[in-house]
């Protein structure tokens, strides 16, 4: 029989490049697209909030006017 010991089994190297997964400069994009799409979000709701305000206090004339250049 043959008789293998632990010192015969290549020895296995554990550097960096082995590494697995997404790298750190995936995840800070991933985290200033979600805040740039959360900063969008909120002034979206923001400005359809003023415009539900205007039509709930009875005016007529609640749409943005926007610059004819």
Do not use: W
């Not at 550097?15 to 997404?22: A, D, L, M, Q």
């Not at 969008?40 to 009875?58: H, N, P, T, W, Y």
Request: proline share 7%; aromatic share 4%.
């Amino acid at each position: 029989m043959l008789d293998q010991s632990p010192r015969d089994e290549p020895e296995i190297e554990r550097s960096s490049e082995g590494r697995h997964g997404p790298s750190p400069v995936t995840f800070l994009v991933a985290v200033v697209l979600m805040v740039g799409l959360g900063y969008f979000l909120a002034v979206k709701l923001r400005e359809m909030g003023r415009i539900q305000d205007c039509v709930m206090s009875g005016r007529t004339n609640c749409a943005p006017v926007s610059g004819g250049k």
